[in-house]
């Protein structure tokens, strides 16, 4: 694999994240901590020069892309951080879908009785070893890394991996869902269901509407900004209630939009500013007995 080919496609969306999240770590105003995020920018080798500090970035905290937006994927994995930490006493696995370039089984406090399953493509999880491996990273849980594609039958390769589906898990969909197409999201959805005992947890993120705001003019720098048009990467498929599917099928929940938890922490995107990144959701539950 060349480290170039995480500039194709929705892989590119796993490093423009890490550099937003290298860009948190190192603001006066951080809401996480992720020393490995600049480590993934910096390492590969993008067509594109990504920012790892605010102060790369000419307009700074102005800046509609790396600032607006930056501040938006800040507060996105700040609320699912707190979520996951919430969550893992309670749920001896965690499976992180379309883990992307993230390290919470590295960064965060969990106990050490947690296994956790991260599942994203092939050259992602690739590249995310050889970098973590060169700087001689560990998790201090029991963590696995496997490639599966998220529209075949990743549930193999989880099981095969150890996965109990009798015991509570807590499964993450963060900046996923959206790139799906319906049917997957409906089957991927059906399966996690599947797979979850009682008292197992979801974190997850929509945007209702995807498909009209592909184009909006947010997304017009992307490409000069990231190599890929990040707005061309959402499905233009109707999109599936997913959250309402869920509490169809036993779960308890809770759908909120981002301003919520940009109240919450006191920092995220500025609301006054209309646009597609107020229109995510992010929804959070339990499996009832």
């Known amino acids: 694999m060349s480290d170039s080919d995480l500039a194709a496609g929705v892989s590119s969306t796993a490093l423009m ?24 920018v910096r390492s590969a080798n993008s067509p594109v020069a ?16 790396w600032g607006h937006l930056g501040r938006f994927f800040a ?16 749920t001896p696995q965690i499976v992180i879908l379309g883990a992307g370039l993230d390290t919470r089984a590295l960064r965060l406090d969990l106990p050490p009785s947690v296994t956790c399953y991260e599942i994203d493509r092939h050259d992602v999880l690739t590249f995310k070893s050889k970098v973590l491996g ?23 390769a989880l099981l095969s991996a ?26 991927l959805i059906d399966t996690l269901n599947t797979l979850s005992a ?11 509407g995807q498909d009209s705001l592909r184009d909006h003019t947010l997304f017009d720098t992307s490409t000069a900004e990231t190599g890929s048009h990040l707005g061309g990467l959402f ?22 939009p981002v301003d919520t ?14 646009g597609p990144i107020l229109q995510s959701r992010f929804t959070f539950g339990e499996k009832d007995a």
Not at 17 to 40: C, G, K, M, Q
Not at 75 to 90: G, I, M, N, Q
């Open 162 to 187: 150890g996965f109990n589906p009798s015991v509570p898990t807590t499964w993450i969909a963060e900046g996923l869902l959206l790139y799906l197409p319906a049917p997957v999201e409906t089957s």
């Open 50 to 65: 990504l920012p790892t500090r605010i102060e790369d970035v000419s307009l700074g905290d102005a800046d509609p892309f």
């Open 235 to 256: 499905d233009p498929d109707p999109r599936p209630d997913t959250p309402a599917a869920l509490g169809a099928a036993g779960w308890t929940l809770t759908t909120s």
């Open 17 to 40: 994240v890490a550099a937003a999240r290298a860009i948190e770590t190192h603001h006066p105003h951080s809401l996480l901590r992720d020393e490995y995020a600049e480590h993934f």
């Open 198 to 208: 009682p008292g197992s947890r979801v974190g997850l993120e929509t945007l209702p």
């Open 261 to 274: 938890f940009t109240r919450r922490y006191g920092r995220g995107p500025d609301p006054s500013i209309p």
């Open 134 to 156: 060169s700087l001689g990273a560990l998790s201090p849980v029991p963590h696995h890394l496997l490639p599966a594609d998220l529209a075949d039958d990743w549930p193999s």
């Open 75 to 90: 507060v996105r994995a700040r609320t699912f951080d707190d979520f996951l930490v919430d969550s893992a006493p309670h």
